[in-house]
């Protein structure tokens, strides 16, 4: 079918065993419904975006979790696109295999020379890596996906507390974090190849947002304990027990047996944290769960994680997080079972 010259081409792009339905069909749905709500009844406005599902062959497969997924064409077919999607995928337990998609990564180099935009999210970001266009430049992804990551592609700089990351000397490289972020990721899209208006009235339409906020108040703080190191592994599970985290990083050393010089470069080798960095987030953590699950006063959470000054509590947990701890008991706030999810239950105090 001919296009105009003002329509965009987008190729979603679809794999055998790791993609999954719900980003796919949203990020399909969403473009589709958008010619609908944007146009808006105008006599001869040109369509916005032609859209299709592409992968290594057209057909009906089963995606990662069973469901089936249709592809419109294969990559074989598509000399020439505007923008792919790459989706977030599934991956196997032992991680990212390099080199099972030969064809698809050569294809995807062949429309980044076109002038085509490459987005993804998630771990779609594992397989864009794959074509070395990302060599030396930035990304993210969700956290659960950085080991892999970092192990296959050590040459790209993974930026986890970022939701969304433009790259690329024209900004072709587009690539959001974790699966949801597909609807921040359209938006963006939208906005740049059509105008921020569209995107706004796009989303207030569907109640997407488009989520400028980084990934931070999400990552989970997950530090290493399979270094073999005893003495600091010792230390670790001394943290994990206490209630207050108040201990002195002299303290920790001496638990240790370890001169406090020692013990910091030792500490720092194991975990990838220093001491003082390390407590720091645990603290942050622990008023995170506390934030989220009850309504104690800020100052008095802050008091029992270790700071008796509360204007301190506060600028640590906002460098951690990017939040202010009233923000992030605002977001994240747990609503009992026996009350109404009603907005005013959502609005816990500050």
């Not at 921020?196 to 947002?209: I, K, M, N, S, V």
Request: charged content about 25%; proline content about 5%; glycine content about 8%.
């Amino acid at each position: 079918m001919p296009t105009s010259s003002d329509t965009k081409r987008v190729s979603i792009l679809a794999v055998p065993d790791m993609s999954t339905g719900t980003p796919i069909n949203g990020l399909y749905e969403t473009l589709a419904l958008g010619e609908t709500i944007l146009k808006d009844g105008r006599s001869g406005a040109h369509d916005l975006f032609e859209v299709e599902i592409v992968g290594a062959e057209r057909g009906i497969f089963a995606g990662a979790c069973g469901l089936p997924l249709q592809v419109h064409r294969g990559v074989a077919e598509v000399a020439r696109t505007d923008i792919v999607i790459i989706p977030s995928m599934s991956l196997a337990e032992g991680g990212w295999i390099k080199g099972k998609q030969p064809e698809i990564v050569g294809w995807l180099r062949r429309q980044h020379e076109e002038g085509a935009d490459l987005c993804t999210t998630c771990a779609g970001v594992l397989l864009l890596a794959e074509t070395g266009l990302l060599d030396g430049r930035e990304t993210t992804t969700h956290w659960v996906f950085a080991d892999t990551f970092r192990r296959n592609f050590p040459q790209v700089r993974l930026r986890l507390e970022e939701s969304l990351i433009v790259d690329g000397q024209r900004g072709e490289f587009v690539m959001g974090g974790a699966a949801s972020s597909w609807q921040d990721l359209i938006l963006y899209v939208i906005a740049r190849h059509v105008s921020p208006r569209a995107a706004q009235t796009l989303g207030r339409f569907l109640l997407f947002h488009l989520n400028t906020i980084s990934q931070l108040p999400f990552l989970p703080f997950c530090p290493r304990t399979d270094h073999g190191d005893g003495a600091i592994r010792a230390v670790q599970e001394a943290l994990d027990a206490d209630a207050r985290l108040d201990s002195t990083i002299d303290e920790l050393a001496e638990r240790a047996g370890l001169a406090r010089s020692t013990f910091n470069r030792r500490f720092a080798r194991a975990t990838g944290h220093a001491p003082i960095d390390y407590l720091q987030r645990l603290r942050v953590e622990k008023a995170k769960a506390l934030l989220e699950e009850s309504c104690q006063p800020i100052e008095e959470i802050g008091w029992q994680v270790g700071y008796e000054e509360p204007a301190a509590f506060r600028r640590l947990f906002r460098k951690v997080t990017r939040l202010t701890p009233g923000e992030y008991r605002r977001k994240f706030h747990i609503v009992r079972a026996d009350r109404s999810p009603t907005v005013g239950n959502l609005a816990a105090p500050a």
